[in-house]
């Protein structure tokens, strides 16, 4: 028998690297001393996925993908966490029964790991193995076993050492300890930001999961100053400046994968408060497929991606999802025949392949001028992180003058909003006519928890909310319960809704004829545009959201009658 590959082989095999990149990689593994693999993931040549793949087929066992797998709690119960952590190792299924434990494990050579599970579950007990990526184990080993315990022993003990003064005594490791211990648990329950929020009498810890916020944990208001100088010190801030707003970035490997926190301070009434924005570049990136959009939108979306020239707006406020957006669709537009340049404030997540700039004061550079100088770079899709004022805006539509595709966010409420957006700032509809190619606006709504959400018919009042004829049989919604795979929030996830407007040579007319709203609303109508909250009721009935959620987000009253009757038909 043959013996297998080595790993860059395999790969270079199946033409998920090239050779330049094994060479490089190579390069790589002799300075860091790390597996080949791992090198691979974090150079951005391969995704963990592919590489799980590969290791699966070369070793001929089965691989799992920790993202969407949950660990039994009897298999969890049978190995300890120190165990689990040490030899990167995580306890998926045990059967009782037949006596065999199912593990994921990275590596399935390390003889020492399994020499020591062996030993802690006893000679009765059947390992079998399924292969899984290093970052996954290490987010799944978090996430299954928790640091709560972690972090609570922690706390404890830096309480306990506070002096008679009121403030705790010096140990910088126990500081470093629970600071690194409350980023890796944010960023393990998925959080997308965490709060630092001073009180009179105490230290407020808050996670925005899912974009709504939720206390984790209080500490002793003896315990922040330390921590804030540590924070501060991650992020390169002056530790002395207590009085003025500051800015900084920490980027750390945690559970195998590297994640950015973006820190922002602001003096209070009681002391600084500190907000972590948690950049995780594996959920920077979604394919195009898993936008959510319908067959129809997404169409749309190939049609107005396939024109050479042009600019696409994505709109929506604040934490609406349009950075990911507008990364997804570069992502699926890079090549190496195509050169994609951005200008972003701040560069939130590095993508392989694109030329990313970061404006903004520190670099004495506005997204006017960085256009000007991109267009010398010789740009084919060009990335603009925001329109903000008279020359953004000008030099953009510009830039789509002149051949190239851009793409940029502009804060409005939807697609019809964005139109005398421009306008005010100084855009002559007559050049938007032609040039302007397409607007997708979106929100973020939260996902139920496939787990426990209860299903039951539709009342009365729910069924007008919807816009379904009130005669026809009531639909089947779903509701939040709450379990522990969601935390007992009744949600988990967030999906976004979208409403996408292609222009062609009728819309065009329209708006360089400065037409109502309601004509183009008409006219767009009669393409067969959806709206926000249509597409929302989509994803009512669908059972992915509750009703109560979608019109925490959107506007319902403006539901034509009848409006999820054709919710399936696009």
Not at 260 to 271: E, I, K, Y
């Amino acid at each position: 028998m043959n013996a297998p590959l080595p790993i860059g082989q395999t790969l270079l095999a199946a033409g998920l690297i090239g050779e330049d990149q094994l060479r490089i990689a190579l390069h790589e593994q002799q300075a860091r001393h790390a597996p080949l693999g791992q090198v691979l993931v974090e150079l951005g040549f391969v995704s963990e996925a592919a590489l799980r793949e590969a290791l699966a087929a070369r070793s001929g066992l089965r691989g799992v993908d920790l993202a969407t797998a949950l660990a039994d709690p009897d298999a969890l119960a049978r190995v300890p966490h120190a165990l689990a952590r040490r030899h990167r190792l995580l306890p998926l299924q045990y059967d009782a029964a037949r006596h065999r434990l199912i593990v994921a494990m990275a590596d399935a050579h390390d003889i020492v790991a399994l020499d020591r599970l062996r030993a802690e579950l006893g000679p009765e007990v059947h390992i079998e193995l399924r292969l899984a990526g290093d970052g996954e184990l290490g987010r799944a080993i978090d996430l299954h076993y928790g640091q709560a315990s972690s972090i609570e022993e922690l706390v404890r003990a830096l309480e306990q050492r506070t002096g008679a003064a009121g403030s705790p005594a010096r140990d910088p490791q126990l500081v470093v300890r629970l600071v690194d211990a409350l980023l890796a648990d944010a960023v393990s329950r998925g959080a997308s930001d965490l709060h630092f929020e001073p009180e009179a009498g105490f230290l407020r810890i808050r996670h925005r999961i899912d974009g709504a916020l939720r206390q984790a944990r209080a500490l002793h208001r003896a315990c922040w100053p330390e921590l804030a100088v540590r924070l501060k010190v991650l992020a390169g801030l002056d530790i002395a400046e207590s009085r003025s707003p500051q800015d900084g970035r920490i980027s750390l490997t945690i559970g195998g994968r590297a994640v950015d926190f973006r820190v922002a301070t602001q003096p209070t009434l009681h002391g600084e408060n500190l907000v972590l924005r948690i950049l995780d570049r594996d959920k920077g990136i979604v394919p195009l497929a898993a936008l959510g959009l319908t067959p129809a939108q997404a169409d749309d979306l190939a049609r107005i991606l396939a024109r050479p020239e042009g600019l696409v707006l994505v709109v929506g406020p604040t934490g609406s999802g349009k950075t990911t957006t507008l990364y997804s669709i570069l992502n699926h537009l890079s090549s190496e025949a195509v050169n994609v340049m951005t200008l972003e404030d701040p560069v939130e997540y590095p993508l392989a392949m694109i030329r990313q700039t970061q404006v903004g004061e520190a670099s004495r550079l506005d997204f006017a001028d960085g256009v000007r100088a991109l267009l010398r770079q010789d740009p084919d899709v060009i990335l603009i992180g925001e329109i903000r004022d008279a020359d953004t805006a000008t030099m953009a539509l510009r830039a789509a003058l002149t051949g190239h595709q851009v793409f940029a966010t502009l804060h409005a409420n939807s697609v019809f909003g964005a139109l005398p957006r421009l306008v005010e700032i100084g855009l002559p509809p007559e050049l938007l006519a032609g040039n302007l190619t397409g607007i997708l606006s979106q929100r973020l709504v939260r996902r139920l928890c496939p787990a426990c959400r209860v299903p039951a018919p539709a009342s009365a009042e729910e069924i007008a909310r919807l816009g379904l004829p009130a005669d026809a049989p009531p639909p089947v919604l779903h509701h939040p319960a709450g379990c522990p795979a969601c935390d007992f929030r009744g949600y988990r996830g967030r999906l976004a809704i979208t409403e996408l407007l292609p222009f062609d040579a009728t819309l065009d007319e329209l708006v360089a004829r400065r037409a109502h709203a309601a004509e183009l609303r008409a006219a767009a109508r009669r393409q067969g545009f959806r709206s926000l909250a249509e597409d929302g009721v989509r994803r009512v009935l669908d059972g992915s959201t509750s009703l109560r959620e979608l019109a925490r987000v959107v506007d319902l009253s403006a539901l034509p009658v009848a409006a999820g009757a054709g919710a399936e038909q696009r």
